[in-house]
C-alpha cells in the first residue's frame, strides 16, 4: 500500500513538471535596432524629416532605404548581422524634386544628387554662345539645400540582435539599441558675385548672367562633387552707387550651386558672362575666367560660399530714346543707402 502511494505521489509530481513548459523567446526578423541621431545645428538646417540608406559595405550593394521619419521624432532603423555604411540626409528624394534629381542610389559608388535642367534657360544660354566654341553646356535649376553625413563601418553582431522574453508590441528594442551619433553637413553652396562697375550710370540694366563650370550635382559616396560641369543662370541686380558717385557703383548677385567641380582642386576653369543693355539700347556682353577670382568662406555652419568680386568699366554712353528695348531686360533694383555726413 505504502508502494502504491509512493508511485502515485511521483506520478503527480511528474504530471505537474510536465506542464511547466520552458518560457519561449522571440527575434525580431534576425535585427538590431540602430537609433540614428543627427546634429543639424552643423548644417543650420531645421529638415522636416531624416532619410536613412544602409548599403552593405563589402560591395556597396543598396541594402535598404528606410521610410523616412519627422526631424521631431526618434530615427530607428533595423539592420541584420554584417558592415554597413549610412547615408543620412535631410527631407526625402522626393520633396527636392525639380531642384535636385536623386540617381543611382542601388550601389553607393553611384549614388548621387543632380541638378535638374532648366530648359528655358539652357536655351538662352545656347544662344549667347552660339559664336563660341564651348562644347555641350547647359543650365541647371538653383538647387534647394541638401546636408548629407556618411556613416562607415557600422558593425552589427550576432550578440546585438534583438531578442525579447515575450511577443513585442513593436520590433524595436529602444533600451538596446545600438547609439548612431552623426552631423549631416550642407553639400550646396552659396556663390556671392559682387561687381563694382565703373560707369555704372551708362547701363540701364542686365539681361541673364551666366557662370559656367560648376558642378553638376554632388557623390554622395566619396563626398565629392562631380566632374561634370554645368552653368547657372542668374540676375545680378541690386544696383547700388557710391558714397558720393552718381556714376560709379555696385551690382550684386547670391545663389544656390553644387560649387566647384571635383574636391574643388582641379585644374578646371570657371567663366562668368554678364550681359548689360547700356543706355542707348546696345548689347555689351562682358566675359571673364574667374577661376583665379574665387575665394572659399566656410562659416559657422559649415556651408561652403564661394565669392566672387570684380571690378568693370562700362564706356560712356548718350542714352537714345529709339535704343533697341530688349524684353527680358531686368531693370535696377536699387538699395537705399545712408551716406554717413
Same mark, same amino acid.
Given at each position: 500500500? !505504502?508502494?502504491?502511494?509512493?508511485?502515485?505521489?511521483?506520478?503527480?509530481?511528474?504530471?505537474?513538471?510536465? %506542464?511547466?513548459?520552458?518560457?519561449?523567446?522571440?527575434?525580431?526578423?534576425?535585427?538590431?535596432?540602430? $537609433?540614428?541621431?543627427?546634429?543639424?545645428?552643423?548644417?543650420?538646417?531645421?529638415?522636416?524629416?531624416?532619410?536613412?540608406?544602409?548599403?552593405?559595405?563589402?560591395?556597396?550593394?543598396?541594402?535598404?532605404?528606410f521610410p523616412p521619419?519627422?526631424?521631431?521624432?526618434? %530615427?530607428?532603423?533595423?539592420?541584420?548581422?554584417?558592415?554597413?555604411?549610412?547615408?543620412?540626409?535631410?527631407?526625402?528624394?522626393?520633396?527636392?524634386?525639380?531642384?535636385?534629381?536623386? %540617381?543611382?542610389?542601388?550601389?553607393?559608388?553611384?549614388?548621387?544628387?543632380?541638378?535638374?535642367?532648366?530648359?528655358?534657360?539652357?536655351?538662352?544660354?545656347?544662344?549667347?554662345?552660339?559664336?563660341?566654341?564651348?562644347?555641350?553646356?547647359?543650365?541647371?535649376?538653383?538647387?534647394?539645400?541638401?546636408?548629407?553625413?556618411?556613416?562607415?563601418?557600422?558593425? @552589427?553582431?550576432?550578440?546585438?540582435?534583438?531578442?525579447?522574453?515575450?511577443? /513585442?508590441?513593436?520590433?524595436?528594442?529602444?533600451?538596446?539599441?545600438?547609439?548612431?551619433?552623426?552631423? /549631416?553637413?550642407?553639400?550646396?553652396?552659396?556663390?556671392?558675385?559682387?561687381?563694382?562697375?565703373?560707369? $555704372?550710370?551708362?547701363?540701364?540694366?542686365?539681361?541673364?548672367?551666366?557662370?559656367?563650370?560648376?558642378?553638376?550635382?554632388?557623390?554622395?559616396?566619396?563626398?565629392?562633387?562631380?566632374?561634370?560641369?554645368?552653368?547657372?543662370?542668374?540676375?545680378?541686380?541690386? !544696383?547700388?552707387?557710391?558714397?558720393?558717385? &552718381?556714376?560709379?557703383?555696385? @551690382? !550684386?548677385?547670391?545663389?544656390?550651386?553644387?560649387?566647384?567641380?571635383?574636391?574643388?582642386?582641379?585644374?578646371? !576653369?570657371?567663366?562668368?558672362?554678364?550681359?548689360?543693355?547700356?543706355?542707348?539700347?546696345? &548689347?555689351?556682353?562682358?566675359?571673364y575666367d574667374v577661376?583665379?577670382?574665387i575665394s572659399i568662406?566656410?562659416?559657422?555652419?559649415?556651408?561652403?560660399?564661394?565669392?566672387? &568680386?570684380?571690378? @568693370?568699366?562700362? /564706356?560712356?554712353?548718350?542714352?537714345?530714346?529709339?535704343?533697341?528695348?530688349?524684353? &527680358? @531686360?531686368?531693370?535696377?533694383?536699387?538699395?537705399?543707402?545712408?551716406?554717413?555726413?
Amino acid at each position: 500500500m !505504502r508502494r502504491l502511494v509512493k508511485y502515485t505521489a511521483l506520478l503527480l509530481l511528474l504530471l505537474l513538471a510536465g %506542464c511547466q513548459r520552458d518560457h519561449l523567446y522571440y527575434a525580431s526578423s534576425q535585427t538590431a535596432s540602430v $537609433l540614428v541621431e543627427p546634429d543639424w545645428s552643423v548644417s543650420g538646417l531645421h529638415p522636416n524629416g531624416v532619410s536613412v540608406f544602409a548599403f552593405n559595405e563589402a560591395d556597396g550593394s543598396l541594402y535598404k532605404r528606410f521610410p523616412p521619419v519627422s526631424a521631431s521624432q526618434k %530615427c530607428y532603423v533595423k539592420l541584420p548581422e554584417g558592415d554597413f555604411t549610412l547615408v543620412v540626409m535631410n527631407d526625402t528624394p522626393e520633396e527636392f524634386g525639380g531642384r535636385i534629381a536623386f %540617381c543611382g542610389e542601388e550601389n553607393l559608388a553611384t549614388f548621387r544628387a543632380m541638378g535638374v535642367k532648366d530648359e528655358v534657360r539652357s536655351q538662352k544660354l545656347e544662344e549667347h554662345l552660339q559664336s563660341k566654341a564651348t562644347g555641350d553646356e547647359y543650365c541647371i535649376v538653383e538647387p534647394d539645400t541638401l546636408a548629407v553625413s556618411v556613416v562607415r563601418g557600422l558593425h @552589427i553582431s550576432p550578440e546585438q540582435i534583438d531578442y525579447y522574453y515575450d511577443m /513585442p508590441a513593436t520590433d524595436i528594442s529602444e533600451a538596446d539599441a545600438i547609439e548612431v551619433k552623426t552631423a /549631416p553637413q550642407s553639400v550646396i553652396s552659396q556663390v556671392n558675385i559682387t561687381a563694382h562697375v565703373k560707369g $555704372l550710370k551708362y547701363a540701364r540694366g542686365t539681361t541673364l548672367s551666366y557662370l559656367r563650370g560648376v558642378a553638376a550635382g554632388h557623390c554622395l559616396g566619396s563626398g565629392d562633387n562631380t566632374m561634370e560641369q554645368v552653368a547657372q543662370a542668374f540676375i545680378l541686380n541690386n !544696383r547700388t552707387f557710391d558714397p558720393g558717385s &552718381d556714376s560709379d557703383g555696385t @551690382i !550684386r548677385a547670391s545663389f544656390l550651386s553644387f560649387g566647384l567641380v571635383g574636391d574643388g582642386n582641379t585644374d578646371k !576653369r570657371y567663366y562668368l558672362d554678364i550681359n548689360f543693355v547700356l543706355v542707348n539700347g546696345e &548689347d555689351h556682353p562682358l566675359t571673364y575666367d574667374v577661376t583665379d577670382l574665387i575665394s572659399i568662406d566656410v562659416t559657422l555652419s559649415l556651408q561652403l560660399s564661394l565669392n566672387l &568680386d570684380l571690378e @568693370i568699366e562700362l /564706356p560712356e554712353v548718350v542714352g537714345n530714346e529709339e535704343g533697341g528695348f530688349k524684353t &527680358d @531686360i531686368n531693370e535696377w533694383e536699387d538699395e537705399t543707402v545712408d551716406i554717413p555726413m
